[in-house]
């Protein structure tokens, strides 16, 4: 029985690049993996074809609340991997990953929707400076930063959280960026593993190798050096503008990118000070917590050292 492990993140925070890169890393020949057949994991946990296949329920008829409440049944479910799953894809990986961009909640019924322990052996959690979220969020949901800075603050912000159209996946509590981190490294039930969209920069192989342990699957430096280089920004880049990507938003503006700038610390020439400020006024706990230094305690910092 292959294990589960979830790859959790606020949206924007490297998931899809590390999914892209264990897709490269499950091909059988050396040209770099489509970007839009990435079968080295499940698409999203918030998949709703897979709801509705193997609940055989039109989720289509039932509340948010009700959703929430068959969701740590069916994550189980697939968990237990006794079955021929018709809908998962063929995979050499020992570990069976499925990206969420859910919270770590409680059902009203007080179950964890995720399922518990009986539904993944772990979570990958994939965290990324809050200042660059901001830029890449705006782009994503086709809004300007200062929207998205507010949405990232915003406890009841959801993805596919409208009740006036039925969307390709469930509902998505993400909580705002503190509260969403919080809940996946508050929770007993799973372990964690976290890794910073900076480190993926710094170090991708030995990001990626510490990911790989955790989940119980042993792959060579050689191997991830070389699936890593396969999966640079300029080629997804490339492949996107001459395809597109399967996994956008439908409602993106025209011409805009899901592979945009894969940089870390752009947030630089991308956000006004007032902007900063904002984000590190509504989050500066939790970004102390996972290394990033709000600007105003960097520039005390520095002048202390330069009078001292």
Request: hydrophobic share 40%; net charge negative; charged share 25%.
């Amino acid at each position: 029985m292959r294990p589960t492990v979830w790859l959790a993140s606020y949206p924007k925070s490297g998931n899809t690049w590390f999914r892209i890169v264990l897709a490269n890393l499950d091909s059988p020949d050396a040209a770099p993996a489509d970007i839009n057949a990435l079968n080295g994991s499940d698409t999203i946990a918030s998949a709703r074809a897979r709801f509705d296949n193997h609940l055989l329920i039109e989720s289509g008829l039932l509340t948010f609340a009700e959703i929430d409440l068959l969701r740590p049944g069916l994550y189980r479910h697939l968990a237990a991997d006794i079955f021929e799953d018709p809908f998962e894809r063929e995979s050499r990986y020992p570990v069976r990953f499925v990206k969420t961009h859910d919270a770590y909640t409680l059902t009203n019924a007080g179950e964890a929707m995720m399922g518990g322990a009986h539904a993944a052996a772990g979570a990958i959690l994939f965290v990324r400076d809050p200042r660059d979220v901001a830029a890449s969020l705006a782009n994503h949901q086709s809004v300007t930063i200062d929207k998205a800075i507010g949405l990232m603050a915003d406890p009841a912000f959801a993805f596919c959280g409208s009740v006036r159209g039925l969307e390709i996946q469930l509902r998505q509590q993400l909580l705002g960026w503190s509260a969403f981190a919080e809940s996946w490294l508050a929770q007993a039930d799973i372990p964690v593993h976290l890794v910073r969209y900076e480190d993926l920069h710094r170090d991708p192989v030995g990001a990626v190798r510490g990911a790989l342990h955790f989940a119980g699957w042993r792959a060579t430096d050689a191997d991830i050096a070389e699936a890593v280089g396969r999966a640079s920004i300029e080629e997804l880049q490339r492949q996107e503008a001459k395809t597109g990507f399967g996994e956008a938003p439908p409602y993106r503006e025209p011409g805009s990118r899901f592979f945009r700038r894969g940089k870390a610390g752009g947030w630089r020439d991308e956000l006004t000070a007032q902007q900063v400020l904002r984000i590190e006024r509504d989050h500066v706990a939790m970004m102390k917590r996972l290394g990033y230094e709000p600007v105003r305690e960097q520039e005390d910092s520095d002048a202390h050292r330069q009078t001292g």
